[in-house]
């Protein structure tokens, strides 16, 4: 099993691979203009010798051979020159295909994949992975070709110069492939289990990072520095595994390799001095000498690009198990949703997170145009879960959520979601302007627009103050601003979308009283006419929604309005005593 998943992982690589045939094509013929010219050197400079030794020098063929042997190693230089751009564009632009299709993927990947999975383990798959897997797939393409090439063309020489001796070498050689596929076998396993541990340390350090202040706030630096020692030490002896088998490839190659030279070079001065029925002059042991060193080279370079591929190829299956996952069910057919009215049903809905821990069940709901639906309950109660299944976020077990009179699971999901305005208690900014990030969700609204939406959103007085007002550019997730005025900039950016249907989580818990009291005036202007859907804590900013559904246990236990239910002295009745008690 495991090999048929290398295989498969090979495959695939070279399947991205073949995307560039003009590289490859240039890559391998200046690799085998590289190997001719770098092997033509020595037969020049075996003829050269040749010339010498002989009693009468014939200097106008040694001046000529000269001149040959500069032509063909500039020439040589220059073929590997080329042969090296050729590689680059090609691991580049492989490296870029496998982050795009990652990425794309993790565009289309269902919400509890992403929820279930270490958002730093994801990245660090598309980065530090991606990076990993280029460096080995550039050696493998910058070394590999002309290894091979060398060996067999060598190889040629030597059998057509003495192949006795040629023999000789072809029989010993083997012995380094031995040594280096028995240890890279070896290092397979300690750089896979680098690779994982990395990416669990960069999840660990991302989640740090994000919580530094609640990490402070407990007191928890040495614990947290515990763990990332425990995490990193484990790093330490993969890494430390991997480089000492891996390392042991070279120097058990090199002394395979440098007792092959030491025969060619005792063999070839016995061939020459007592000539053994064949001719072998002093040039031809230079010759044999010279390819006996380019024929071993390779298997030492070889050596080494089987220990980074093994490591790249490791790298390229964490990536490739990314891009295999399960996306969200196809709605490349769906309808699109339009001439929303804000008419919404949920129909006998079953959800659960997981087949053991049923949450909600036999959910029924009916809401009309422009009706505001507050929902409130205690945590776990299934709110924001409704919420996620209305967006199609994740889609019910059993029954049907319909908007005007059709299932959502026949609608596509961005026109689905563009009939939605959602703010939540947790802001998200991107890196960008002001501009940008109100004008995220209507990108063809003017200034002028704009500005009305944050002056709706009580955001215009601190944009204004900052140092370049509407094109100041937050960091990331506007860290740069306080957790108010992020929630501000957000409530402006649904606000200059005006969808048809909102839904507000939560959507002032990090803005101040007094600002708040004014928001709720934009927000009911903003509500006029569309169907809202409200999750809030603070019962006080929810009693003029025209139904108030209470919530436990994943089921609505009560639906009325705000005096309705306090009438009941039901569960709404307990919850909003105990807020105002």
Same mark, same amino acid.
């Given at each position: 099993?495991?090999?048929?998943?290398?295989q498969s992982?090979l495959?695939?690589v070279?399947?991205?691979v073949?995307k560039y045939?003009?590289?490859?094509?240039g890559?391998l013929?200046f690799?085998?203009?590289?190997?001719?010219?770098?092997?033509?050197v020595?037969?020049?400079?075996g003829? +050269?010798?040749d010339c010498?030794?002989?009693?009468?020098?014939?200097w106008?063929r040694f001046?000529?051979?000269?001149?040959?042997?500069?032509?063909?190693?500039?020439?040589?230089?220059l073929a590997q020159?080329?042969?090296s751009l050729?590689?680059?564009r090609?691991?580049v632009n492989?490296?870029r295909?496998?982050r795009?299709d990652?990425?794309?993927?993790?565009?289309?990947?269902p919400?509890s994949y992403?929820?279930?999975?270490?958002?730093g383990?994801t990245v660090?798959?598309?980065?530090a992975d991606?990076?990993q897997?280029s460096?080995g797939?550039l050696m493998?393409f910058?070394?590999?070709?002309?290894?091979?090439?060398?060996?067999l063309?060598?190889?040629l020489?030597?059998?057509?110069?003495?192949w006795?001796?040629?023999?000789?070498?072809?029989?010993?050689?083997?012995v380094?492939?031995?040594?280096?596929?028995?240890?890279a076998?070896?290092?397979?396993?300690?750089f896979?289990?680098? /690779?994982?541990?990395r990416?669990?340390?960069t999840?660990f350090v991302?989640?740090r990072?994000?919580?530094?202040?609640?990490v402070?706030?407990f007191a928890?630096?040495?614990?947290?520095q515990?763990?990332?020692?425990?995490?990193?030490?484990?790093?330490?002896?993969?890494a430390?595994?991997?480089t000492?088998f891996?390392s042991?490839v070279?120097?058990s /190659?090199r002394f395979l390799n440098n007792?092959?030279y030491?025969?060619?070079a005792?063999?070839?001065?016995l061939?020459v001095?007592n000539g053994?029925?064949?001719?072998?002059s002093v040039g031809?042991?230079?010759?044999?000498l010279?390819?006996?060193?380019?024929?071993?080279?390779p298997f030492?370079?070889?050596s080494?690009v089987?220990?980074?591929?093994?490591?790249?190829?490791a790298?390229a299956?964490?990536?490739?198990e990314?891009?295999?996952?399960?996306?969200e069910?196809s709605?490349?057919?769906?309808?699109?949703l339009?001439?929303?009215q804000g008419n919404?049903?949920?129909?006998g809905i079953?959800?659960?997170?997981?087949?053991d821990?049923?949450l909600i069940e036999?959910?029924?709901?009916?809401?009309s145009?422009g009706q505001?639906?507050?929902i409130?309950g205690?945590?776990?109660?299934?709110?924001?879960t409704?919420?996620?299944?209305l967006?199609?976020?994740?889609?019910?077990k059993?029954g049907?959520?319909e908007?005007?009179?059709?299932?959502?699971r026949?609608l596509?999901?961005n026109s689905l979601?563009?009939?939605?305005?959602m703010?939540?208690?947790?802001t998200w900014?991107?890196?960008?302007?002001?501009?940008?990030?109100?004008?995220m969700g209507?990108?063809?609204?003017?200034?002028?627009?704009?500005?009305a939406?944050?002056?709706?959103?009580?955001a215009?007085?601190?944009?204004r103050r900052m140092?370049?007002g509407?094109?100041t550019v937050?960091a990331e997730?506007g860290g740069?601003l306080?957790?108010g005025q992020?929630?501000l900039?957000c409530i402006?950016r649904?606000?200059l979308?005006k969808?048809p249907m909102?839904?507000?989580d939560?959507? /002032?818990?990090?803005?101040?009283?007094?600002?708040?009291?004014k928001?709720?005036d +934009?927000?009911?202007t903003?509500m006029?006419g569309?169907?809202s859907?409200?999750?809030?804590h603070?019962?006080? /900013?929810i009693?003029n929604?025209d139904?108030?559904?209470?919530m436990?246990k994943?089921?609505?236990v009560?639906?009325?309005?705000?005096?309705e239910?306090l009438?009941?002295?039901? +569960?709404y009745?307990?919850l909003?005593s105990g807020?105002?008690a």
């Amino acid at each position: 099993m495991k090999g048929v998943k290398k295989q498969s992982t090979l495959l695939r690589v070279l399947s991205y691979v073949g995307k560039y045939p003009v590289a490859l094509v240039g890559s391998l013929l200046f690799s085998l203009a590289t190997v001719f010219f770098s092997l033509l050197v020595p037969i020049l400079i075996g003829e +050269a010798i040749d010339c010498i030794v002989e009693n009468a020098v014939d200097w106008q063929r040694f001046s000529t051979l000269c001149w040959l042997i500069a032509v063909s190693a500039v020439a040589s230089a220059l073929a590997q020159f080329l042969a090296s751009l050729c590689n680059n564009r090609i691991s580049v632009n492989v490296v870029r295909d496998l982050r795009r299709d990652a990425f794309h993927k993790i565009g289309k990947l269902p919400l509890s994949y992403l929820d279930s999975h270490a958002h730093g383990d994801t990245v660090s798959r598309i980065v530090a992975d991606a990076d990993q897997f280029s460096d080995g797939l550039l050696m493998g393409f910058t070394q590999f070709f002309t290894g091979v090439l060398t060996i067999l063309g060598t190889v040629l020489f030597m059998l057509f110069t003495h192949w006795a001796i040629g023999l000789v070498v072809i029989l010993v050689s083997p012995v380094s492939l031995l040594v280096a596929r028995f240890v890279a076998t070896r290092t397979s396993k300690f750089f896979h289990e680098q /690779t994982a541990t990395r990416g669990e340390q960069t999840a660990f350090v991302e989640e740090r990072i994000a919580g530094v202040k609640t990490v402070q706030a407990f007191a928890c630096e040495d614990e947290s520095q515990e763990k990332f020692d425990e995490i990193n030490a484990r790093l330490e002896k993969a890494a430390m595994n991997a480089t000492f088998f891996s390392s042991l490839v070279n120097p058990s /190659t090199r002394f395979l390799n440098n007792l092959v030279y030491a025969l060619v070079a005792l063999l070839g001065a016995l061939a020459v001095v007592n000539g053994g029925g064949v001719a072998f002059s002093v040039g031809d042991l230079t010759k044999f000498l010279s390819y006996a060193n380019q024929y071993t080279k390779p298997f030492n370079e070889i050596s080494g690009v089987i220990t980074e591929l093994k490591s790249a190829f490791a790298c390229a299956e964490r990536i490739f198990e990314l891009i295999d996952q399960t996306e969200e069910p196809s709605d490349e057919n769906g309808e699109t949703l339009t001439s929303v009215q804000g008419n919404l049903a949920l129909k006998g809905i079953d959800f659960s997170y997981s087949d053991d821990r049923p949450l909600i069940e036999n959910l029924n709901l009916s809401v009309s145009s422009g009706q505001r639906v507050a929902i409130v309950g205690r945590t776990g109660s299934g709110k924001t879960t409704l919420i996620n299944l209305l967006m199609r976020f994740y889609d019910c077990k059993a029954g049907a959520v319909e908007i005007e009179g059709k299932d959502i699971r026949t609608l596509t999901r961005n026109s689905l979601r563009s009939s939605f305005g959602m703010v939540l208690q947790e802001t998200w900014l991107k890196s960008g302007t002001v501009r940008e990030n109100i004008k995220m969700g209507n990108e063809n609204a003017t200034d002028e627009e704009m500005i009305a939406a944050a002056k709706a959103a009580h955001a215009h007085g601190f944009i204004r103050r900052m140092e370049k007002g509407y094109d100041t550019v937050l960091a990331e997730d506007g860290g740069n601003l306080s957790e108010g005025q992020k929630q501000l900039l957000c409530i402006a950016r649904i606000m200059l979308t005006k969808p048809p249907m909102l839904i507000l989580d939560e959507a /002032t818990s990090s803005i101040d009283t007094r600002t708040e009291l004014k928001i709720a005036d +934009a927000f009911t202007t903003l509500m006029q006419g569309r169907t809202s859907f409200i999750v809030a804590h603070r019962l006080s /900013t929810i009693e003029n929604a025209d139904t108030i559904l209470v919530m436990e246990k994943g089921r609505v236990v009560e639906q009325g309005t705000h005096e309705e239910l306090l009438a009941k002295r039901g +569960a709404y009745y307990e919850l909003y005593s105990g807020q105002f008690a």
